[in-house]
């Protein structure tokens, strides 16, 4: 068998390469699969490329959004057989053997195969609305409309809010009017913090959730967080940014300055699983994504900005990182 697979080889360097796959010999809780479909996910993924990610060593294989079709199964695997489609946290590589123990579902049979690898960029998105004090009527404002951004600005409206989307790109912005969004407001124009003021009364919202990983966006956005309100950071935030500290922390400390409370969104607060003292999971936080999907309440299709072969992906993280207006949601398509 020939199994082809994207490597990022050095700094911005990306090839897809093919070698040899013999199927192992799979343990009792162990699954082989082939992909369908896997999805990039670009913050992550181009925060590896340019090699500067410490826990993600050059050369390796990214990826972790996959929807793909069972092969082969461990003797004591018993909810999967060979056949079945599954959504899982796969790499980009054709072949792979996952754990049936570790994020391994099965989408509903009726649910488009090209969504279901969104649904961990819905899940990572969750996050910010679980960790939030967002009820019906508040105003939310969400920095930063890819992905992530995006599905997150639509599941705090599907909690009640009235959802600001704030990017700098105009296509961003056009794609978060179709996906439902309240306001959508381009941060280039200048004024942002004026507009949202408008918008609310005067009040400020009372979450707003910072999605682009920049954390001069972050500190700037305190100043439109009404009183007693909230920061949420979803995007993990990268490259160094020098200000004054105590001016900042004095945003959360100070009720004059809002008395502002910072929470972190990492998706991993949650665990994987369902057990007894937890509500959500990501398991759970899935399977609710499957649903909102099923009912178009969560809006992927204008998400989707390519679907290519995986012989083009230098090609599509190029767009991504230079072409954000077109680049969006990319999927690689391995039929």
């Not at 992550?44 to 410490?54: N, V």
């Not at 960029?121 to 890819?146: C, H, K, P, Q, W």
């Not at 179709?178 to 004026?194: F, M, S």
């Not at 937890?278 to 649903?291: A, C, G, Q, T």
């Amino acid at each position: 068998m020939i199994n082809r697979k994207i490597m990022f080889v050095s700094p911005q360097q990306v090839e897809t390469v093919e070698e040899d796959f013999s199927p192992p010999v799979l343990a009792d809780h162990e699954v082989l699969v082939k992909l369908i479909y896997s999805l990039i996910s670009p913050g992550t993924e181009l925060a590896m490329l340019s090699g500067k990610e410490e826990w993600a060593k050059l050369p390796v294989c990214p990826g972790y959004a996959s929807v793909s079709q069972v092969v082969e199964v461990g003797r004591g695997v018993a909810d999967f057989k060979p056949g079945d489609t599954v959504f899982h946290y796969g790499s980009h590589s054709e072949y792979q053997v996952v754990s049936a123990n570790h994020m391994l579902i099965k989408p509903p049979a009726d649910l488009d195969l090209r969504w279901v690898p969104f649904t961990r960029m819905a899940t990572v998105a969750f996050t910010s609305v679980r960790v939030s004090n967002i009820e019906v009527g508040d105003y939310v404002s969400v920095t930063g409309l890819g992905l992530v951004g995006n599905l997150a600005a639509q599941l705090a409206r599907l909690q009640g809010a009235f959802v600001i989307g704030v990017d700098l790109s105009s296509k961003r912005i056009e794609t978060a009017n179709r996906c439902g969004v309240d306001y959508a407001l381009n941060g280039g124009n200048g004024g942002v913090k004026e507009q949202i003021l408008a918008l609310t009364g005067g009040q400020g919202v009372s979450t707003q959730i910072e999605a682009t990983g920049v954390p001069k966006v972050g500190v700037e956005s305190l100043e439109w967080i009404g009183s007693l309100g909230e920061i949420v950071f979803l995007g993990s935030p990268r490259g160094e940014f020098n200000t004054d500290v105590t001016d900042v922390l004095n945003y959360c400390h100070l009720y004059n300055r809002g008395c502002i409370t910072f929470k972190g969104g990492h998706e991993w607060r949650y665990p994987m699983e369902p057990n007894s003292f937890v509500k959500h999971s990501l398991v759970r936080n899935s399977k609710i994504v499957f649903e909102l999907m099923k009912q178009n309440r969560l809006q992927i299709e204008p998400l989707l900005s390519h679907v290519i072969k995986p012989e083009q992906a230098k090609e599509a993280y190029d767009g991504l990182r230079n072409n954000k207006d077109d680049y969006n949601g990319v999927l690689f398509d391995w039929s």
